[in-house]
């Protein structure tokens, strides 16, 4: 009997120690991992909302609610887009239909208008429950400073299923006669916070809601492809409509100013040819209606017209209605072609301004290019302020600064396939008169306007200084012309001018704030005084400050927390962050928050009080959302987003730092597995892409693969990952890659736990293209993986970025492909650092991936490489997904990528067998039908 429980006993210990026994993590678990997005804080600091999704999509999330008056928090499932009342009396969200309803419900070709859609939910924070609720919404607008309504749309009511008797047949004729509107189109409820009462607007088409008072528009239509019905004002204390315009066709572009009593919209008259609509401007106040625009030119320059393409707005003050115009186009179209007969041709020309890939992809945007004016809201005079000659027009925030720039590129459009930076010249515009003057000329300066409107300020590269630009008298200043401190990037390895350090943004006082490479400086535009470090030690201590510009509406303002700037700092020597206060002219800064090698991120400043929200994280945390208060000087956690990672292997990230075959210093990465054993000999993939050791700290979710490998995933599978910097000479980028990476993997290796037999390189894009140069030199590697890798720069040089329609010639000559000379020029170049030319020397089993619609490096450039190593009869696959771009998009394609990718990796580096698909392939025939993810046990 005593035998039996203990042998009882012996089992049961065994049974607990195996179930809390970690697990490696698998492709089937990365639907488990969530992630946070749009984290709210409410004005008072005392509500917080955040969203928690599922990472891969494939999955329920939840809506959660931090209340900081009650210390509780409370989880609405699926909630989100969720907006706080202005009196934080409410939280308005949508929730979704469960993952598992809506795939059920795509698997059964269910209609998409019959489709499972979201739901709206109001929740009461005093009584702390939701007290209503709508089935069926598309929507919602939620006033953003006063409360009392909302605006949901919804979706068109579903017609009851019809029946086969006499009966049902019958009532059929009714309805029709007694037509359901809300059977026949999408419509709105303005929702009443007070009564919980709703109020219809059936045939509803667009709703423009005022941000700081009362003020409800909206236009109403029968139908598509049908006549617009009118514009209306809704009076929201009486849940009444008027009616403001019936008189036009069609209606769009509604626009409404801050505190509703000024609307500006765009109608057409009656119109059997939608596509020739000339629509006009209309200006509505409490003196009534008024048409600005008309067919005749009125408030046009000559022979132009109003664009329908863009929405007018008001100014902050309403003082001015902007609108935009463009020249009439006349096209000799011959009537007497069939649309068969027309053909279809793209003619090229030298003389071109862009090339016709970057026309085709800036299509809509060059059909509709127009250009600003105002209407004068006292006066009721136009001022024009930009034409063809001068595309682009910079206004200050609120819109009402008589001094802003505009600007223009067609000098220097050609020279842009190759040139970088790209140059314009900047005039000023005297918003009052719409006069311009040369500012800046063949610039690649991006000016900033000051706060209260005197100047601009701006980093000239030239220079490599900060100047302001009077925009009065139109004089410059160099600002930090004595100060004997670089504000360029001093490590800047590419062939074009280092750009700045970065703008810290405008202090209340008006001061800007500019970055050199470890400090920031406190600059006057009016140069009447020196600049100040005002963070003094980062230099010398190897911090690198930055101050935080938190406020969404302004993002030039940098921010502040008890009348003190918020100061972001990152430890050059540990990776780590911590977050500062400063009160300028004083040296000492305040440290606010301090977490232990770790960084911080995603912070969200109260409005009118001193909470901040802050996310922190490391390589074994998951960054969840933390609320700061200032007066208690204390934080609390308000999520835990993925608990259940305790429940797998996961590891450890290390810096490490060696010297380069040349002598170079560097750093880089090593991630290890949870339970390292410097005893074992571990199978070790490098991973690279420029520079990534500041990335010590950071969490990688694990999550199926747009291109590159997963840390996380790797080290819970007993894989070491180096991840080292590259630094490179101009004209030589694979062999500074060799220089680098190579020597960081042979340092690696002398600690004395990597195989040396089992070590594999992975890299996508720039990275990809190394791995593939990489091979070519070096048979150190078991297998490399290179996703959409160049591998003929003499054939990339003249390709096509697709995505922007830009040569590719740019990049060689000026950033990140580093020869620094043109083809003709850099010949021998070219063709030293094309691994096309070095596949006879690889014997790397090698996959890649290079997708058929990848808008950054062309497609070919992966089949050349794979048809070159195909015919030397070198081990190679080549995944090609389609309707893909650069990095994969779609979730199906990014888990394939990643089981492919890691059976590759196993097969080659832990011997494991080798999948159906790498020694038998997928056939055509067998596309979309069997995966061959099945392991060859032959």
């Given amino acids: 009997m005593h035998n039996r429980i203990a042998l009882s006993l012996f089992l049961l210990i065994g049974l607990i120690g195996y179930s809390q026994e970690k697990r490696a993590l698998t492709h089937d678990d990365y639907d488990l991992w969530k992630s946070l997005k749009n984290s709210q804080i409410s004005k008072s600091g005392d509500l917080v909302i955040t969203e928690v999704t599922t990472t891969t999509g494939r999955g329920d999330g939840y809506l959660k609610v931090y209340n900081s008056k009650t210390g509780k ?18 939280i308005f969200f949508l929730r979704k239909p469960d993952y598992q309803l809506t795939r059920q419900e795509k698997k059964d070709e269910v209609e998409k208008e019959k489709q499972s859609k979201d739901d709206f939910f109001v929740y009461n924070v005093k009584e702390n429950q939701l007290t209503d609720s709508i089935i069926r919404v598309k929507g919602f607008k939620a006033p953003e400073d006063y409360t009392g309504y909302v605006v949901i749309e919804k979706f068109k009511d579903l017609k009851p299923e019809k029946k086969k008797d006499s009966a049902a047949i019958k009532q059929d004729t009714i309805t029709k006669k007694n037509k359901n509107l809300a059977l026949e189109g999408d419509y709105a409820l303005v929702y009443n916070l007070k009564n919980n009462s709703t109020d219809t607007i059936f045939q509803i088409k667009e709703i423009a809601l005022a941000k700081e008072d009362a003020g409800l528009y909206f236009s109403k239509t029968k139908g598509e492809k049908k006549p617009d019905i009118g514009i209306y004002q809704y009076d929201l204390a009486n849940a009444s409509e008027k009616i403001i315009d019936t008189g036009s066709y069609s209606y769009q572009k509604l626009s409404v100013n801050k505190n509703g009593q000024k609307l500006a919209y765009l109608a057409a008259k009656d119109s059997t040819e939608t596509d020739s609509l000339n629509y006009n401007l209309f200006y509505f106040n409490e003196n009534g209606l008024t048409q600005i625009t008309d067919s005749l030119g009125n408030k046009l320059r000559k022979n132009w017209k109003l664009s329908a393409s863009q929405s007018p707005y008001f100014s902050e003050n309403s003082k001015r209605l902007y609108f935009y115009s463009r020249p009439e186009r006349n096209f000799e179209i011959d009537t007497t072609l069939l649309k068969e007969e027309i053909p279809d041709v793209d003619v090229w020309t030298y003389k071109d301004k862009l090339i016709q890939p970057e026309q085709k992809v800036k299509l809509e945007e060059l059909e509709s290019r127009a250009f600003l004016s105002y209407l004068d809201t006292e006066s009721s005079n136009v001022t024009h302020l930009h034409d063809e000659d001068l595309e682009h027009i910079m206004l200050d ?51 900033r306007l000051s706060p209260d409107g005197k100047f601009a300020l701006y980093f000239d590269t030239e220079t490599q200084d900060w100047w302001s630009l009077d925009l009065k ?47 920031i400086w406190s600059l006057n535009l009016a140069g009447d005084e020196e600049p100040t470090n005002i963070t003094g030690n980062g230099r010398k201590e190897q911090i690198v400050y930055r101050s935080l510009r938190l406020d969404p509406e302004n993002r030039d303002a940098a921010s502040y927390l008890k009348k003190k700037l918020l100061i972001n700092a990152f430890d050059k020597k540990d990776k780590s962050g911590s977050l500062f206060l400063l009160k300028p002219g004083r040296a000492k800064m305040e440290a606010i928050l301090q977490p232990e090698s770790m960084l911080l991120d995603d912070f969200v400043l109260a409005e009118e009080n001193e909470s901040l929200l802050y996310r922190k994280e490391d390589f074994n945390t998951y960054p969840d959302l933390y609320l700061y208060n200032a007066k208690t000087k204390s934080s609390i956690k308000l999520t835990e987003a993925n608990p259940q990672q305790k429940d797998y292997k996961w590891g450890i990230s290390e810096a490490f730092k060696w010297k380069a075959y040349d002598g170079t210093e560097l750093e880089g990465i090593i991630y290890k597995p949870e339970n390292f054993d410097p005893k074992k000999k571990y199978p070790m993939i490098a991973y690279f892409y420029e520079k990534r050791s500041d990335n010590l700290n950071s969490y990688y979710s694990p999550q199926p693969s747009a291109s590159i490998v ?229």
């Fill in 473 to 519: 008298n139109n004089t410059k200043q160099n600002l930090t012309k004595n100060i004997d401190i670089a504000f360029h990037d001093v490590e800047n390895d590419v062939p074009a001018a280092p750009g700045a350090y970065g703008f810290g943004g405008f202090t209340s006082e008006g001061k800007a704030l500019v970055y050199d490479q470890f400090d």
């Fill in 397 to 447: 925030d609120n819109a009402e600064q008589r001094y802003v720039l505009g600007y223009t590129s067609s000098p220097y459009d050609v020279s842009r396939s190759w040139q970088y930076p790209w140059y314009q010249d900047f005039y000023i515009v005297d918003t009052k008169t719409g006069n311009k003057r040369l500012a800046l000329k063949e610039t690649s300066a991006r000016p």
């Fill in 73 to 90: 928090s409370k989880e609405f499932h699926n909630g989100r887009n969720a907006q706080i009342s202005s009196d934080e009396n409410y």
């Fill in 710 to 938: 997963n840390m996380s995933y790797l080290v819970s599978n007993d894989y070491v990952v180096f991840v080292p910097d590259i630094v490179y000479k101009e004209g030589k980028p694979g062999e500074s890659a060799y220089n680098c990476i190579v020597s960081g993997v042979e340092a690696v290796e002398k600690l004395g736990y990597v195989d040396p037999e089992n070590l594999a390189i992975q890299g996508q894009s720039w990275g990809g293209y190394q791995v593939a140069y990489l091979v070519t030199k070096t048979n150190k590697f078991a297998a490399a993986m290179a996703g959409a890798p160049v591998s003929n720069m003499t054939s990339a040089y003249g390709g096509i970025r697709w995505g922007s329609g830009l040569s590719r010639a740019f990049q060689y000559e000026k950033t990140q492909s580093r020869i620094g000379k043109n083809l003709w020029e850099g010949l021998d170049l070219y063709l030293e650092n094309s691994p096309l030319f070095g596949i006879p020397q690889i014997e790397t089993p090698l996959l890649m991936m290079h997708n058929d619609e990848d808008g950054a490096v062309p497609y070919y450039q992966g089949i050349e490489m794979f048809m070159g190593m195909r015919r030397l009869n070198k081990p190679s696959w080549l995944l090609v997904y389609n309707d893909e771009a650069h990095n994969l998009r779609k979730m199906k394609n990014r888990q394939d990528l990643s089981i492919r990718m890691m059976q590759f990796f196993d097969h080659y580096l832990k011997e494991e067998p080798a999948p159906l698909w790498m020694t038998e392939g997928l056939p055509a025939v067998m596309k979309g039908k069997d995966l061959q993810y099945d392991l060859d046990d032959n």
